[in-house]
């Protein structure tokens, strides 16, 4: 069926057939459907995930007719999940969508184990306990947690997961594996064929910057016993080095060789990170280890081995100025490699699931494949429990950000956004919610958040009247255009999550609708 | 306390903004009924392009306590646009934009009406754009932004010492999404950067060497735009491409393998020639709601002043983590089109053909085929035909005359100018001041006064 593919065409460019696969197989419960969460569906919905369920006691308002697109004048007095469920289904019939009509306070109460049924859960405007308690289940259970919550022109998204770990991060800007300073023996086999001193003027112009880089950093380190350019002024000598090659000044490929040297004064080896994951407890395989630690545990071998300090070659080259000949020929033996370190790690993968009393082939050629296109990009997240936050956040951290000005607002509104529940909880209403009280209110949250803040052990730290005058002011509104942003941010968290691809955010991100400062928060 | 018997507002959170006091508004916040009443009745939003983020800004506006609205798009639903475009549903493919999105909005948000423009932007006259209090554009090209930009900012006047006239300012939103990454910005013209003063945010498009696709090529793009930009031409002739044509595409699809082939590069496939032909910007929902929520809150709090506003420009990135970061760019005080224009002196003498001729040699402007307005008054066009007949006459006329003898004011002047070794469409703003015109003392003392 050619519809359905061409229908997500222009999503299946960013994560491809496997992203989108994953997303099908997910299924998604969403808390509260107000504009928050009932936004935050409406993408996934449109992207095709595999299943959707609602969970909301409420009934439709006459208020709730000024910020939720999927409820209507018909509807009100309605389940506001049932009505919820038949917009989105109807957005997209291959979704399967159910909803149930209870309060998400009661069911995390009740029934704990109902969260377990799903890959994801995004819970939107849960107050205070309710959240720790959820985060307790879905921790216990395995199951991915995205919180969201607006709150008039302020709010957050945060995820919690205990282990999250990505092999296709797609990273922004990540440089290319040329080795160009540690060549293995078949590209010094390939680049010898060449000589930079061709006479053709047409032939010197279409050699690739690699092989000039791959000579001149040799040439270089030959006569710089066995080292690479280092400090600023040997760095500038070898550029100067290499435009000496030049014979004449409209040359494209020693152009781009000039632009690329920074290449080559690139460390040799694996970066920090990747050595960090490799020394990480669960790189020690067992038989309860994951695929992803297990191929973590083949990388460790590979680079103390066959690798000699390096990880499997990426494989591809970016394009550049060259003969269509050599260009060939080049990425033919960066291939090669690719391959053939490729055949090690898979190799040592399979030994080691024999060693762990696992099945050698239960992981697949394509995914031993794919871990050694991005052995250099892997990525390990590990999100804090929200209780844990809220018990022992970084004082530090909450001290340095209300003292910045760039900050200060989103800090501002951390701090209140957790006030607010504490003053719910004391007073039985929000901050603002009601029209009369206003001033007693803000006397109030002021004295809440003082002592939040004691209680967090900030002494001494201050918030600014005004955001505790907007706060009241905001009365636990929920706007639509507000909760469309924040939707918006928590749907594209659990496409990340779910596909396994592109790097989630790590923190909370506080929403400041006032001036945009909005700040993500590692506390 | 709440009165269990009191009607509910059907506005109940946006209440809570545009009827209460805050401390960090903007200047001209005068909270109550009356300033929610007058955004719902009198103020009216444009909102330029109906798709990807054109959807989601009039759902957003539609529930921001905005009812009279309007939207243009020249283009017809495509079913590649179902992922994200969400007013959008199978049956409509084929069907103008512009049309089901109002419908749909107007279906579902009671008392909202949305009049929907099935045409170019530039096809409607500019008193068009000058009749909403606020423009928010969901475009997808640079040209179209420029456009609406040359507009917006045509309408702007300055004061005798250069201060822009408040009245005539007219405030744009902009949106702009790829994949994952997005940004928004407030254009206030006079006041912050316009598009064109921070034109240089946009790199520019990647073109390939010509010696590269048709001598070296070395991967599957390079045999894809041989095939789209040499082969074609040659093979068709005066036949036009048509990327929309599926046997055009083919016909490119199928070049580009043979050249492959004969290079030994592998990676051609029809869905690399579909998006390198039409540059296909991958899109998904999330980011589309994202960049349109912040655009419309901006156009909420700008209209209503319930909130300090952006300032001026967030960018936002979420594949690699979560990034949003705000950018206050400032004006570029000659800017062509929001500065207070290009002075151009001139003798009362001086025809309005010489005038056209002087525009194609001015060094900051390379104006060719020019046409040109004063206020409302068209005083030559270069087409249609009829038009162009009917304004013949004007050509040996003194400018002065025709700008009905004030000693300086404003012309647009539209045209064809060379940016960039490029031809583009252009419309400019200029200051003209007439030397040594008589009679126009008592009017110099009295703006001097």
Redesign the interface.
């Known amino acids: 069926m050619s519809?359905p593919k061409?229908?997500?065409?222009?999503?299946l460019?960013?994560w491809g057939e496997v992203g989108q696969a994953a997303l099908e197989e997910a299924s998604i419960c969403l808390l509260n459907c107000g504009?928050t969460g009932s936004?935050a569906l409406?993408?996934l919905v449109?992207?095709?995930v595999g299943s959707i369920t609602i969970v909301d006691g409420s009934k439709v308002?006459?208020?709730?007719?000024?910020?939720?697109?999927m409820v209507?004048?018909k509807s009100v007095g309605e389940s506001k999940a049932k009505t919820v469920c038949a917009f989105l289904q109807e957005?997209n019939d291959s979704v399967k969508a159910k909803f149930i009509e209870e309060s998400p306070d009661a069911l995390i109460l009740s029934n704990p184990c109902f969260f377990s049924n799903f890959t994801l859960v995004i819970a939107t405007q849960l107050v205070g306990d309710s959240v720790v308690k959820l985060d307790r289940i879905c921790r216990e259970a395995n199951v991915k947690l995205v919180f969201a919550r607006s709150y008039?022109?302020a709010g957050f998204v945060r995820v919690s997961v205990k282990e999250h770990t990505i092999v296709d991060?797609?990273?922004?800007h990540f440089l290319d594996d040329l080795r160009l300073n540690n060549p293995w023996p078949e590209l010094k086999s390939f680049v010898e064929t060449i000589d930079l001193n061709v006479s053709d003027p047409v032939a010197h112009k279409?050699i690739p910057y690699v092989v000039i880089l791959v000579k001149m950093a040799d040439e270089w380190t030959q006569s710089h016993s066995g080292n690479l350019p280092s400090t600023r002024e040997e760095k500038k000598e070898f550029k100067d080095f290499v435009k000496s090659k030049m014979i004449s000044m409209d040359e494209d490929n020693y152009k781009e060789a000039i632009e690329a040297a920074f290449k080559v004064f690139a460390p040799r080896g694996i970066s920090s990170e990747i050595q960090q994951i490799s020394n990480d407890t669960c790189a020690e395989p067992t038989s309860t280890s994951s695929d992803f630690w297990v191929m973590v545990a083949a990388l460790k071998e590979f680079v103390s081995n066959e690798g000699d300090g390096e990880a499997p070659l990426e494989g591809s080259i970016p394009?550049?100025?060259?003969?269509?000949e050599h260009?060939?020929n080049l990425q033919k033996i960066y291939l090669a490699k690719a391959e053939a370190d490729f055949l090690v790690m898979e190799e040592r993968v399979r030994n080691i699931l024999k060693n762990i009393g696992r099945d050698p082939s239960s992981i697949s050629k394509p995914t031993i494949k794919s871990f050694c296109k991005n052995a250099r990009k892997l990525k390990v997240c590990r999100y804090r429990m929200v209780e844990e936050e809220f018990n022992n956040p970084s004082v530090t951290e909450i001290q340095k950000c209300l003292a910045d000005e760039d900050y200060s607002g989103a800090m501002g509104f951390y701090i209140l956004l957790r006030a607010v529940d504490r003053f719910a909880a004391n007073y039985n209403k929000f901050p603002?919610q009601?029209d009369?009280g206003?001033d007693e209110d803000i006397s109030r949250l002021k004295t809440t958040a003082l002592s939040l803040l004691t209680d967090l052990g900030c002494n001494g730290s201050v918030l600014p009247?005004?955001?505790i005058?907007?706060m009241c002011?905001?009365?636990a509104?929920?706007?639509?255009?507000?909760a469309?942003?924040l939707?918006?941010?928590a749907?594209?968290?659990a496409?990340k999550l779910v596909t396994k691809q592109?790097?989630?955010?790590?923190g909370t991100?506080i929403f400041n609708?006032?001036?945009?400062?909005?700040q993500?928060l590692t506390l | 306390m709440a009165d269990l018997e009191a009607p509910q507002s059907k506005t109940r959170d946006l209440d809570k903004l545009l009827l209460r006091a805050g401390n960090l508004v903007g200047p001209d916040f005068y909270p109550g009924t009356e300033l929610r009443d007058d955004m719902r009745d009198y103020v009216r939003i444009l909102v330029v392009g109906a798709g990807g983020l054109g959807c989601e800004l009039l759902k957003d506006l539609a529930l921001s306590g905005f009812r009279n609205l309007d939207v243009i798009d020249m283009d017809r639903i495509e079913v590649t646009n179902l992922n994200r475009q969400f007013l959008f549903r199978l049956e409509d493919v084929g069907k103008p934009k512009a049309e089901v999105a109002a419908k749909r909005v107007m279906e579902r948000v009671s008392g909202v009406e949305i009049v929907p423009h099935f045409s170019r932007i530039e096809d409607k006259e500019l008193e068009f754009y000058n009749d909403f209090n606020i423009i928010a554009l969901g475009l997808d090209s640079i040209e179209a932004r420029r456009y609406i930009n040359g507009v917006a900012c045509g309408f702007l006047e300055y004061d005798e010492d250069d201060t822009p006239r408040r009245e005539t300012i007219k405030p744009m939103v902009d949106g702009g999404t790829e994949g994952f990454k997005g940004h928004a910005r407030v254009i206030v013209p006079g006041v912050t950067p316009c598009f064109e003063c921070t034109i240089w945010l946009f790199p520019p498009q990647v073109k390939f060497p010509l010696c590269t696709l048709a001598e070296t090529p070395r991967n599957a793009a390079h045999c894809i735009e041989y095939a789209h930009l040499i082969k074609w031409p040659e093979v068709h002739g005066g036949k036009s491409f048509d990327p929309d044509v599926p046997e055009h595409m083919k016909w490119v699809y199928d070049e580009a393998i043979k050249r492959a082939e004969l290079f030994g590069i592998p990676g051609v496939t029809y869905s690399l020639t579909q998006g390198v032909v039409k540059n296909i910007i991958p899109a998904i929902a999330s980011t589309n709601a994202i960049i349109s929520a912040a655009c419309a809150l901006e156009t909420l709090k700008i209209v209503s002043g319930c909130s300090k506003t952006l300032a001026n420009y967030l960018t936002y990135n979420g594949g690699e983590g979560l990034h949003t970061k705000v950018t206050e760019f400032v004006r570029d005080q000659d800017c062509l089109v929001c500065g207070p224009g290009i002075l151009i002196e001139l003798d009362t003498s001086i025809t309005l053909q010489k005038f056209i001729d002087m525009l194609e040699e001015h060094p900051k402007l390379l104006l060719s085929k020019a046409s040109v307005k004063h206020g409302k008054d068209s005083l030559y066009m270069q087409a249609p035909p009829v038009l162009e007949e009917m304004h013949r006459p004007n050509l040996s006329k003194p400018l002065y005359d025709l700008m009905g003898r004030v000693q300086k004011d404003t012309v647009h002047v539209f045209g064809t100018a060379l940016k960039n070794e490029e031809k583009q469409s252009s419309l400019t703003k200029l200051r003209v001041v007439f030397k040594g015109a008589d009679g126009v003392t008592d009017m110099d003392t009295a703006i001097g006064a």
């Open positions: 519809e061409t229908k997500y065409d222009r999503q460019r960013i504009p936004e409406k993408n449109l992207g095709g308002e006459i208020g709730d007719l000024g910020n939720n697109f209507d004048e957005l008039g022109l991060s797609k990273p922004d279409h394009d550049m100025t060259s003969s269509t260009y060939i603002g009601f009369g206003m009247d005004d955001l005058n907007e002011r905001f009365g509104s929920e706007l639509h255009v507000v469309a942003f939707g918006g941010i749907s594209q968290e496409i592109f790097i989630p955010m790590l991100y609708g006032i001036d945009h400062k909005s993500l």
